[in-house]
């Protein structure tokens, strides 16, 4: 998956966190340590499998599924982009740090791949009452070089993987509440 490097100031390293701007950041969260936000998006089905979900004010994101889910194959399935927020949270974590302790990264490149049986078919497959659904497994490589040694890297993504809040909502158990509008809006 080789990807157009972007130009920057210095063309051998990754685009630059503004890390004065990280460090308001981070003393922000430790001036209001138990601070929520809440995130927000709306999703509409375009039909068949294919989903717009609106964020902020940002184009729509495509949600597909893949030819033998029946899909037509235009964009990442929902259990693939769950991999995708995970290797972008990951990625996004691995880098401030990286900035926090001013090291400047040339290179950062996460791949993701995940075990999830599809045999319940959405609910109307195989719905033996013993069923694992979800993913059973999620496996993340990371390469990262940069200004450190190969040990201090590690132990920045160690860290990262630690404070990530999309690998922590994959770890921990959460609430989640499906509902009718007509019965509960949000």
Not at 3 to 22: N, T, W
Not at 50 to 55: D, M
Not at 119 to 147: C, H, M, Q, Y
């Amino acid at each position: 998956m080789a990807q157009e490097k972007v130009s920057c100031f210095y063309p051998d390293l990754l685009r630059p966190i503004d890390k004065s701007g990280l460090e308001r950041l981070s003393e922000k969260g430790k001036e209001n340590p138990n601070a929520l936000v809440t995130l927000k998006a709306r999703t509409v089905c375009e039909g068949q499998f294919r989903n717009l979900t609106y964020i902020r004010d940002l184009p729509p994101h495509v949600i597909d599924e893949p030819p033998h889910l029946l899909g037509e194959d235009t964009a990442p399935n929902p259990s693939e982009a769950l991999l995708a927020a995970l290797g972008a949270c990951l990625s996004v974590g691995i880098h401030a740090n990286a900035t926090a302790r001013g090291i400047a990264l040339s290179t950062l490149e996460l791949t993701l791949e995940g075990d999830i049986n599809v045999t319940a078919v959405w609910g109307v497959g195989d719905l033996s009452p013993d069923k694992r659904l979800g993913f059973s497994a999620i496996r993340v490589n990371v390469t990262a070089e940069g200004n450190a040694a190969p040990d201090v890297l590690a132990d920045i993504v160690d860290h990262a993987n630690k404070w990530s809040p999309v690998a922590n909502t994959l770890r921990n158990a959460v609430t989640v509440e499906v509902f009718p509008a007509s019965h509960r809006g949000i």
